[in-house]
């Protein structure tokens, strides 16, 4: 991602503006930023630790059997976030999620899934990891326009 914000901040030749959406501050790549682009802070990671946080981190016991229950409630135990608030205050013409996560837009996207290891390398993984990927993978490149693999 820092080689395509430091490439798009050196175009010089057309109007377009590129925004970089981030979870956090986005000090990390602001280094990288310039001309026709911007950073947009999404506020993901701004909220305190939620109440799954502190049990996970308190009761290991009971993360490791969410990670194993979970799965079977199906799309119900992922948490799918939905990016209208962002998209209303960019309005894009098109988003790419260029890292392998994403939000839910109706805005063309291009969904770039840099790694299936889930697949190749499933005891690497929980049970709930894994049906996390897939779905999220899935849904993603459902709606993309373009599905980008490296």
């Given at each position: 991602?820092?080689?395509?914000?430091?490439?798009?901040?050196?175009?010089?030749?057309?109007?377009?503006?590129?925004?970089?959406?981030?979870?956090?501050?986005?000090?990390?790549?602001?280094?990288?930023?310039?001309?026709?682009?911007?950073?947009?802070?999404?506020?993901?990671?701004?909220?305190?630790?939620?109440?799954?946080?502190?049990?996970?981190?308190?009761?290991?016991?009971?993360?490791?059997?969410?990670?194993?229950?979970?799965?079977?409630?199906?799309?119900?135990?992922?948490?799918?976030?939905?990016?209208?608030?962002?998209?209303?205050?960019?309005?894009?013409?098109v988003v790419h999620?260029?890292?392998?996560?994403?939000?839910?837009?109706?805005?063309?996207?291009?969904?770039?899934?840099?790694?299936?290891?889930?697949?190749?390398?499933?005891?690497?993984?929980?049970?709930?990891?894994?049906?996390?990927?897939?779905?999220?993978?899935?849904?993603?490149?459902?709606?993309?326009?373009?599905?980008?693999?490296?």
């Open positions: 991602m820092l080689g395509t914000a430091r490439a798009l901040s050196e175009l010089t030749d057309s109007g377009e503006e590129y925004v970089f959406l981030t979870a956090d501050d986005g000090a990390w790549l602001a280094p990288y930023i310039g001309g026709n682009c911007r950073i947009v802070s999404t506020g993901a990671n701004a909220h305190p630790q939620s109440f799954r946080a502190t049990l996970r981190d308190r009761i290991p016991l009971l993360h490791k059997l969410w990670h194993q229950v979970s799965p079977l409630l199906g799309r119900r135990s992922v948490r799918f976030v939905d990016g209208a608030a962002w998209v209303a205050e960019i309005k894009p013409d999620f260029v890292i392998q996560t994403g939000f839910l837009t109706s805005v063309p996207s291009l969904f770039t899934p840099f790694d299936l290891q889930h697949l190749y390398y499933p005891h690497y993984f929980t049970n709930r990891e894994r049906h996390a990927r897939e779905l999220l993978y899935r849904t993603f490149c459902d709606q993309a326009e373009t599905v980008i693999a490296p």
